[in-house]
């Protein structure tokens, strides 16, 4: 089957001013992309992402909103479709840390709450948000002759034009307990069922969902702790593949998947952890 094009698409990536949502912000402007720039307080970082997506030759435009919260998830999407006419891949990539490593038994409400707000439940509804615009659209699907009428839904693959993506960047921690950063890790479990929930609901609207799962990414969050991590990479072993994970890694994940690359699957899991999830003895 031949992949299907990917030419001129929208994509809205949240969480893009730096890190992860840069990276795949680029790599997708050098595709000839429009990428709108989520950002939620680094509106310097944000210009900064969109002169590297127009440089490598893309089209962008910046939008502060915080995906925590319906109203800005409604402008959010509203300048998007302003700005492009349309959103044809969503990004959930915006995700933050606790503000303190506390104990799971010292656990706080005011931070558990903000965690969740920007790492779960903003995905999860600007997904509904999005997936909505697209279900309710009269071309958002492509029926074979016989299916009309049909209890359950059914697309003749040779008639689809243009497929439409959900991706979720999630982390290891949706399944490695750290009891410092437990809102976090609920949070990424949650984003993996949330994953799969939309990949069955979805499939039938000819809408793929996928997560990607980095590892020890070389971002802020993780520099923050690189002498940890140095030395349980570099003299622990504790990944197969010895080096920290880029941005760009996780990127050419993003691009596999939105080449066509994969027209049979949805809900798959791309781990991008350097081999970390495999259980060794």
Not at 33 to 52: G, K, M, R
Not at 238 to 255: H, S, Y
């Amino acid at each position: 089957m031949t992949a299907i094009s990917i030419d001129s698409r929208t994509v809205l990536i949240t969480g893009a001013s730096r890190g992860i949502g840069r990276a795949i912000a680029i790599a997708l402007g050098a595709k000839r992309h429009n990428i709108i720039v989520n950002y939620f307080s680094s509106p310097d970082a944000a210009a900064e992402t969109v002169a590297l997506v127009e440089r490598a030759g893309g089209k962008a435009v910046a939008v502060q909103a915080d995906v925590g919260r319906e109203d800005d998830r409604k402008r959010l999407a509203a300048e998007a479709i302003k700005a492009f006419g349309s959103i044809d891949v969503l990004i959930n990539n915006a995700g933050i840390p606790p503000a303190r490593r506390d104990d799971i038994l010292d656990a706080t409400e005011d931070i558990y709450d903000r965690v969740m707000d920007t790492n779960l439940k903003g995905p999860f509804f600007l997904t509904q948000l999005v997936a909505r615009t697209w279900v309710l659209s009269p071309e958002s699907k492509v029926l074979s002759p016989e299916s009309e009428g049909a209890g359950r839904k059914t697309q003749d693959p040779g008639l689809r034009t243009q497929d439409r993506f959900i991706i979720n960047i999630n982390s290891l921690s949706a399944y490695a307990a750290s009891v410092h950063r437990s809102q976090y890790c609920i949070a990424k479990a949650g984003m993996t069922m949330m994953t799969q929930l939309y990949a069955a609901r979805l499939a039938r609207e000819s809408i793929q969902v996928f997560e990607i799962r980095p590892g020890v990414i070389d971002t802020d969050m993780a520099r923050n702790a690189k002498a940890k991590y140095d030395k349980l990479i570099y003299e622990d072993d504790l990944l197969p593949m010895a080096r920290w994970g880029t941005g760009e890694d996780v990127a050419k994940a993003v691009l596999a998947i939105m080449d066509g690359s994969f027209p049979y699957s949805t809900g798959a899991v791309f781990d991008v952890d350097g081999g970390y999830h495999i259980r060794l003895l």
